[in-house]
T-cell receptor, first 115, second 114 residues
């Protein structure tokens, strides 16, 4: 399977703990995106990378959130001191940027539950 | 900035009946329009997109959508639905340049009854 993969698929944690999610994009894709989807809502953009550079961050990405893509391949999203409001599905997507529109391919998501 | 309104949170329909899922958008710049489908516990899959050209766009699984610039709408239609079409459908809009980051609507749950 050469699609976007995310790990873990589910994470349950206690309030105040730190969590880290991983996303592996389609191998030749140079752009990688993170979204958050809460129950009953559409995905909301968090941040995106072109290669290893983080080019844009949403206001939703508070100081407790940090994302990295150190070698321009996989990416991690860390949430520090989790809060119950962080409970959501975290989606990763990737695309091949050629200067014009290119389709984003989504992974299956990581569902976070903060108790 | 862009915004998307999906007018129906839930649309129940019987199998083999036609269906229309409504989407309206607002934007101060030129946009691209999309419909995505999400099956339970899965990521999003692109159904179809409008970038330019013909306002009637055909996608996968027999879906089509029509871009209406004057009404700022992009409604999704299928002439005959199947049980397997039961899913969440999201309309999205992105600027037609730059980062192409989409803004999604809240989704419409299509429920197909036998």
């Amino acid at each position: 399977d050469t699609g976007v993969s995310q790990d873990p698929r589910h994470k349950i944690t206690k309030r105040g703990q730190n969590v880290t999610f991983r996303c592996d994009p389609i191998s030749e894709h140079n752009r990688l995106y993170w979204y958050r989807q809460t129950l009953g809502q559409g995905p909301e953009f968090l941040t995106y990378f072109q290669n290893e550079a983080q080019l844009e961050k949403s206001r939703l990405l508070s100081d407790r959130f940090s994302a990295e893509r150190p070698k321009g391949s996989f990416s991690t999203l860390e949430i520090q001191r989790t809060e119950q409001g962080d409970s959501a599905m975290y989606l990763c997507a990737s695309s091949l940027n050629t200067g014009s529109y290119n389709e984003q391919f989504f992974g299956p998501g990581t569902r976070l539950t903060v108790l | 900035a862009q915004s998307v309104t999906q007018l129906d949170s839930q649309v129940p329909v019987f199998e083999e009946a036609p269906v229309e899922l409504r989407c309206n958008y607002s934007s101060s710049v030129s946009v691209y329009l999309f419909w995505y489908v999400q099956y339970p516990n899965q990521g999003l899959q692109l159904l179809l997109k409008y970038l330019s050209g013909s306002t009637l766009v055909k996608g996968i699984n027999g879906f089509e959508a029509e871009f209406n610039k004057s009404q700022t709408s992009f409604h999704l239609r299928k002439p005959s639905v199947h049980i397997s079409d039961t899913a969440e459908y999201f309309c999205a809009v992105s600027p037609s340049g730059g980062s192409y980051i989409p803004t999604f609507g809240r989704g419409t749950s299509l429920i197909v009854h036998p």
